[in-house]
């Protein structure tokens, strides 16, 4: 069975945007920037990707809660291929990393840690059922398996 995991390190591009589905589930999007520096032929070289993260449920709404552009962040996730429809009704494809784990980089910085209290009856962990913020089946059928206590 093939695996879809990306982990990446960037920093944000934007602030993360909080919105709600209809089911009142939270959903938080941004963008990261990752960049990489080589040396070709004695001269330093410079590529920048920018990848788009969205992030379900108290997760997101944690990451919008903490984070800002130009922090630098984790996010391990899957990569998705999406589909819809623009404003002028011309089908578009996205691909963005659905995470499932996003934390502040402590490479040049320091964190504070402050625990939220469980409020979904147990369930914790990222959006398994691949539900869509924009009027998806984001609210029915998505699975949030039972983790154990981060700590």
């Known amino acids: 069975m093939a695996d879809n995991s990306i982990t990446l390190v960037g920093n944000l591009t934007r602030d993360p945007e909080l919105r709600f ?3 009142g589930k939270g959903v938080a999007s941004f963008g990261i920037a ?3 520096r080589y040396q070709v032929n004695g001269e330093w070289q410079e590529q ?3 990848f788009n993260i969205v992030a379900w449920g108290p ?3 944690n990451a ?3 984070f800002t552009k130009g922090m630098r962040v984790i996010v391990s996730g899957r990569l998705e291929q999406r589909e819809y ?3 002028e009704g011309e089908k578009r494809t996205a691909i963005e990393i659905n995470a499932d784990e996003i934390g502040p980089s402590l490479r040049w910085a ?3 840690v402050e625990r939220t209290p469980r409020t979904d009856g147990g369930n914790t962990g990222g959006n398994r059922g691949g539900g869509q ?3 998806g089946n984001a609210g029915g059928g998505d699975y949030f398996p039972a983790d154990e206590e981060p700590f």
């Open 64 to 66: 919008a809660a903490t």
């Open 110 to 112: 320091t964190a504070s």
């Open 133 to 135: 913020a924009s009027g």
């Open 59 to 61: 997760m997101g709404e």
């Open 48 to 50: 920048t990707s920018y």
């Open 21 to 23: 589905t209809t089911g």
């Open 85 to 87: 429809q623009n404003r």
């Open 34 to 36: 990752v960049g990489r």
